[in-house]
């Protein structure tokens, strides 16, 4: 290979100690959210726009299903809504009074959604870029992130970090409604995929003219 890009320093650690591999971190870009605001169909708007504090859990990949069950069951006065889980979250996850589960949302109705939230919570065991946080950050939401490699190449340090289930859970039990977040827009800016672009630019010129 002429040259090889990876999306975390975790990556480029592990394949340059590993196997000798040299290679360039660039940050996975994305595009700052477009939409006009539209309350998803099927929710109840007193759940939203009362005194409750919100908090979404978006997809399934590398989803630690147990932490987010653990958090939900010791959490009753906080409204949990959760967007692109499977079958499986379903079942285990729907019997709860405190979940709202979102089947199918327009671009529109989605990041209407995680702006109506006060939190983002991302209990994953594994992680690189993450489109969840990068979106969330944009529209000045708090993120709930775990101490995980490949979360702080992405995540701001004024979100909420937690390293074990008893720290979550001090996090959770401290919660107070949210406001949007100007630093995490600002932050955000520098994922567009404008500034990326010109960083992967850069790099392909510096292997061509190798």
Not at 6 to 15: A, D, E, N, R, Y
Not at 27 to 44: L, Q, R, V, W
Not at 170 to 185: G, P, S, T, V
Request: some cysteine; charged content about 20%.
């Amino acid at each position: 290979m002429d040259g090889i890009i990876v999306l975390s320093t975790q990556q480029k650690k592990i394949l340059n100690e590993k196997f000798g591999i040299k290679s360039v971190f660039i940050p996975h870009g994305f595009d700052k959210p477009s939409f006009t605001k539209k309350i998803p169909a099927d929710i109840n708007n007193h759940v939203i726009c009362n005194d409750n504090i919100n908090v979404c859990t978006i997809g399934k990949n590398y989803r630690d299903l147990e932490t987010l069950e653990y958090i939900i069951q010791k959490n009753h006065k906080i409204i949990f809504h959760l967007i692109g889980i499977d079958h499986t979250y379903k079942s285990i996850l729907g019997q709860y009074g405190n979940v709202r589960i979102y089947n199918r949302l327009s671009d529109d109705e989605y990041y209407s959604l995680i702006e109506l939230c006060d939190y983002n919570f991302l209990p994953v065991t594994f992680a690189t870029a993450n489109n969840t946080l990068l979106e969330a950050q944009s529209l000045g939401i708090t993120s709930i992130l775990p101490l995980i490699d490949g979360i702080n190449d992405y995540a701001y340090n004024g979100n909420l970090f937690y390293k074990d289930k008893e720290e979550l859970l001090k996090i959770f039990l401290n919660l107070q409604k949210n406001r949007k977040r100007y630093d995490l827009i600002n932050f955000s800016r520098k994922y567009n995929w404008n500034n990326i672009y010109t960083q992967l630019n850069q790099y392909y010129l510096e292997i061509y003219q190798k």
